[in-house]
């Protein structure tokens, strides 16, 4: 299975590179909220054998991967109140890019995510795309809906 560690840059934006060994085995906890959110950072992730994943990071104070999406199986991976999930893909729209779209709707449980974001094809990004803004829109069934904005890259396997 390919490895893959998305590395923030000084300027915000990440680049792709193969994954390095554990560098400590003491490694800090994830957090289970960011900036008071009810969403918590996911694990690093492996990029799939085949298709594509989306990797989102938090563009707030605090940056974290938040959600990781593929398709296929068409899904989104994320962690509300610290614990990680899978929702299945059950709707998108508008134009598209390495087997995703600008709007898709994920359903799991009592939760809806909607992700709407800009992909970007970029000459530097090989076998990717960049996703330069997006918002993640979570509804719990009973609480109030969060909307994360985000950003991210799209790596294909």
Not at 1 to 21: E, N
Not at 55 to 67: E, G, I
Not at 83 to 102: A, M, N, W
Request: with cysteine; charged share 15%.
């Amino acid at each position: 299975m390919k490895k893959l560690l998305i590395v923030a840059t000084l300027a915000g934006m990440a680049s792709i590179a193969p994954a390095a060994p554990p560098q400590s085995t003491n490694a800090k906890p994830l957090p289970i909220s960011i900036d008071g959110l009810p969403i918590g950072a996911i694990p690093q992730q492996e990029l799939p054998l085949s298709g594509c994943a989306a990797f989102l990071w938090s563009k707030t104070q605090t940056r974290a991967l938040v959600a990781m999406m593929t398709s296929d199986p068409a899904q989104i991976r994320f962690a509300p109140g610290g614990t990680v999930i899978d929702l299945v893909r059950v709707g998108q729209s508008g134009p598209g890019e390495r087997g995703f779209v600008s709007a898709t709707d994920y359903v799991g449980g009592d939760y809806r995510v909607r992700i709407e974001m800009e992909i970007v094809t970029r000459g530097d990004l090989t076998d990717g795309a960049a996703i330069p803004s997006a918002t993640m829109r979570v509804d719990h069934e009973g609480h109030d809906s969060v909307i994360v904005p985000v950003a991210g890259l799209i790596g294909c396997g």
